[in-house]
């Protein structure tokens, strides 16, 4: 069994989360609950849950405000962290930049049942929760152009400079990056998920199975179809209705 917490000011949405959570994810057992941050931070320190499932706005504050608290006393959450949440643009884009799982309300039971398997693969790898303290420097900062990503792998969860990543790589459902001074990495996420992710940094989708950073684009040749040449002197292929756009990219670099 998972131990687990739930936190949320609404008793309805508790019971609501306890009723999915019996049908859909019976390996979850819910050990307590709390209703603010005051209760939430006194809940989590005496029982210690494997997982806390978090809302976002509570009476009193946020659950952020939690994690700090909890970080401040005892350096940082050792439970992994389900955010629960009405759909908040920024929060959102927060918690996919610190690869934390999240629940949007109404919670779908499909979406629940995707978490949980997660959460089973995530429990044995010995993570350091340095994704949680990456979460909260990007909403102290309240700044929307994240400067690093944590990246979960089969072996845990890596943080990267954003502007160290040279290029992504698709393979069938997952993501290989590559990256200066590291060695490949595969994620299990599509390349779509990163190229919405990574747009905004200066990447460009070029084909359908690559997304590169700019900044590291070398040479763009014209012959054999059209190729591009990367820092890691990859040669990347161009698809026909990509070229255009990255010739007017090019002229503005």
């Known amino acids: 069994m998972i131990t687990a917490l739930l936190i949320d000011d609404d008793a309805n949405l508790r019971n609501g ?3 999915l959570l019996e049908r859909y994810a019976p390996e979850i057992k819910i050990i307590g609950e709390a209703d603010s941050v005051k209760t939430g931070i006194e809940t989590m320190q005496l029982l210690s849950p494997e997982v806390v499932f978090l809302d976002i706005q509570l009476g009193d504050g946020t659950g952020f405000d939690i994690l700090e608290e909890i970080a401040n006393k005892k350096g940082k959450s050792t439970s992994h962290i389900v955010f629960i949440t009405a759909h908040e643009q920024y929060a959102v884009k927060a918690f996919r930049f610190s690869a934390l799982d999240f629940l949007l309300k109404p919670v779908d039971p499909e979406e629940l049942e995707k978490v949980v398997v997660k959460l089973k693969n995530v429990l044995h790898k010995n993570d ?8 909260l420097e990007n909403i102290r900062k309240k700044v929307d152009n994240f400067r690093r990503i944590a990246l979960s792998t089969s072996d845990g969860i890596h943080l990267f400079e954003i502007s160290d990543i040279i290029r992504c790589e698709s393979e069938d459902n997952y993501t290989k990056f590559y990256i200066k001074n590291s ?3 595969l994620i299990s996420k599509t390349l779509k998920e990163y190229e919405d992710m990574l747009t905004e940094h200066g990447f460009e989708r070029i084909h359908q199975s690559h997304l590169i950073n700019l900044s590291y684009l070398k040479s763009y040749i014209k012959k054999d179809g059209g190729y591009v040449v990367m820092a890691d002197n990859s040669n990347l292929p161009i ?13 503005t670099i």
């Open 239 to 251: 698809s026909q209705r990509k070229k255009e756009r990255l010739q007017e990219l090019l002229k």
């Open 128 to 135: 350091s929760y340095a994704h949680i303290d990456l979460l």
């Open 183 to 185: 060695k490949p990495i």
């Open 17 to 19: 989360m306890k009723s």
